[in-house]
């Protein structure tokens, strides 16, 4: 199938490695802007999913935010339908508010992410998006974006 | 003259309103992506110069982060020599530290502007970066970048 973008480059900022850890299905590579510290309390991440990828369920003590720099992606938090991401959205996830995001069946995603009052602690990981819910989000089709 | 490029429509966020306050010399727009809030702590804007634009010094209580999404623009500290920023880097104004930003005089910039800690205050304006100062940076030739 055609992709809407290769973003196997990421957008404007570095790509960055690989992520290993357990939190996230499919490929997703992790370039950190600014590192968490005491001075910001303002860790920065630029994140890209290959097609496919996404993280599992999870919360952040100090809320984030997320600004689209690229692709189509979902944001859902629990109980809510998904939402459609795209270039130019931005995402508040509020403290606690447990949810994931990731890019969709055929489409890369890039997305800076900004961790916000970040002295309140880690995000807490939780369960996976199993390959059964992702599949019922549908097939995203070509918006020509 | 040639312009490296034409950030008029700015850099994937929107260019927003015209920047009518006193801190800031040329054309300036501001874009606000995240208000200031007491839940993220974190306001966030997208901010364009035209070429020639800068904004006044100034220094934030709780720090900034800029990501440059497009342009050539300066960025200085009081005391230190000016610094090149250009489309993926990112400056760490770290609090109280006295300093400006903006376009370089031939180039258009475009910025993320991430205020930290913003519980702490709002920044404080001091005096412009004069024409005579701002002349003796020097016209930065086309770089292709």
Same mark, same amino acid.
């Given at each position: 199938m055609d992709k809407v973008n290769d973003l196997s480059e990421s957008v404007i900022f570095s790509k960055g490695e690989k992520i290993t850890n357990a939190? $996230?299905?499919g490929e997703t590579w992790l370039k950190m802007l600014v590192s968490n510290d005491?001075? $910001?309390n303002c860790p920065i991440g630029n994140v890209t999913f290959e097609p496919g990828a996404r993280n599992n369920w999870h919360k952040h003590p100090g809320g984030q935010i997320l600004l689209v720099t690229g692709g189509i992606g979902y944001y859902q938090e629990e109980g809510k339908p998904v939402q459609v991401i795209t270039e130019g959205d931005v995402v508040k996830i509020y403290p606690d508010v447990k949810h994931w995001h990731g890019a969709t069946p055929d489409n890369w995603l890039a997305h800076i992410a900004i961790s916000t009052n970040?002295?309140?602690?880690d995000a807490e990981w939780l369960e996976p998006v199993t390959d059964e819910d992702y599949r019922q989000l549908g097939t995203l089709r070509r918006t020509g974006k």
């Open positions: 939190y $996230f299905m005491t001075i $910001f970040a002295q309140r602690g």
